[in-house]
């Protein structure tokens, strides 16, 4: 199950269930006590920045599995999402020392030194996406290639075993987002690593709540185990697995960076979108639900994969008229910081979001992080 603390920060009394969400999460990922102490303070730091500089705004929290090679389990995952004034200069507000009101260069180097990764996306006049993940004490600072033999996943309790230290060129991440602030979702997502392919689905159980998150569940199960399988055999393999449940519309691509190639396979309402440099693609799925309407051909779509590539998987929680991300910047930020930019620029009060959200991205490893 994909258990998310979704903390909305509108007043000070939220700063406490900011701090208890990373001690619960941190208790999720076997974080010790000085890991969780950090993700606890990059909480609670965060939160304040979102009531000092945005007006308020939303964090989400969650344990989700190293999206790099690196030995550690599970780690913490922080996103603080405003519609805030946004930032002119992020570096400078990086940097120690700097401040604009109050405190807000301390709390965010503070941040930064003691989260394992740390991004930060800001537009003045639409706001600011922080990100911040952290480990356990084996979680090295700054392997961000993903997939070196890990599984970056949305779904707590990931544990793929054999790792495989040679990185891909790529990285892994998300969010996921449970309806009206539910403990669970009812979508999931995982990365797996089987030798030189790299296996990224993303499942929508059913409706949503317990149920739809058993079927999306089982099929994250699924796929740790049949992750080397192509995506169309895969997907026959999902149909067995989640007979019983609800059935979920589910995702899988499927990348060999090794040969440049991306295949692609879905089934149902479920949503994956390809930039290809300056423009963007849609992969289409099929009709159906897997578990219980499996379309009697799964025909898979190949396409080519470079450093211009980004991949975008996305459930129906996304309101339709999205926009894949524009700012040069998302293309090579951290993938769970472009996927909380996705979504949250996706979202109008005017047309609330009627069910989880799950968006994972997939995108090439920047040189200079490699
Ligand atoms: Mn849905």
């Given at each position: 199950m994909t258990r998310v603390w979704d903390v909305p920060v509108?007043?000070?009394?939220?700063l406490r269930d900011a701090r208890v969400a990373a001690e619960s999460a941190s208790a999720l990922a076997g974080l010790d006590r000085a890991r969780t102490d950090a993700a606890a303070l990059v909480a609670t730091e965060l939160a304040t920045n979102l009531l000092k500089h945005a007006h308020g705004g939303q964090l989400l929290v969650e344990a989700v599995s190293a999206p790099g090679g690196r030995a550690g389990g599970l780690m913490v995952q922080i996103a603080a999402v405003d519609h805030g004034p946004g930032m002119s200069d992020v570096p400078a507000a990086l940097g120690?020392?700097?401040?604009?009101?109050?405190?807000l260069g301390a709390g965010l180097g503070t941040c930064r030194r003691l989260a394992d990764d740390f991004d930060l996306h800001s537009v003045p006049g639409r706001g600011t996406v922080a990100l911040a993940r952290i480990g356990g004490a084996g979680a090295s600072r700054g392997g961000r290639d993903a997939a070196g033999g890990r599984t970056g996943s949305g779904a707590a309790g990931a544990d793929v075993a054999d790792a495989v230290d040679?990185?891909?060129?790529v990285r892994v991440g998300g969010v996921n987002v449970p309806f009206r602030g539910a403990e669970q979702s009812g979508d999931a997502w995982t990365c797996v690593r089987a030798g030189d392919l790299l296996t990224l689905m993303l499942a929508d159980g059913l409706g949503h709540g317990p149920e739809a998150a058993l079927a999306s569940t089982a099929a994250v199960e699924e796929v740790r185990c049949?992750?080397?399988?192509?995506p169309a055999e895969l997907l026959r393999r999902l149909d067995e697995a989640l007979?019983?449940?609800?059935?979920a519309a589910v995702a899988v691509a499927q990348l060999d960076p090794r040969a440049g190639r991306l295949r692609f396979c879905g089934v149902g309402n479920v949503g994956a979108r390809l930039r290809e440099g300056d423009s963007w693609r849609h992969l289409l799925s099929r009709p159906g639900i897997v578990g219980t309407h499996r379309p009697r051909t799964l025909p898979e779509t190949a396409v080519a994969w470079g450093p211009d590539r980004l991949l975008v998987l996305h459930s129906?929680?996304?309101?339709?008229r999205w926009a894949p991300p524009a700012d040069p910047r998302l293309l090579s930020a951290d993938p769970a910081l472009t996927a909380a930019v996705t979504v949250r620029d996706a979202g109008s009060s005017a047309r609330p979001v009627r069910d989880d959200t799950a968006v994972a991205v997939l995108s090439p490893t920047p040189p200079d992080r490699s």
């Open positions: 509108h007043d000070s009394t939220r120690d020392g700097f401040s604009t009101a109050g405190s040679t990185p891909l060129g049949s992750g080397h399988l192509p007979r019983g449940t609800r059935g129906d929680g996304l309101p339709s």
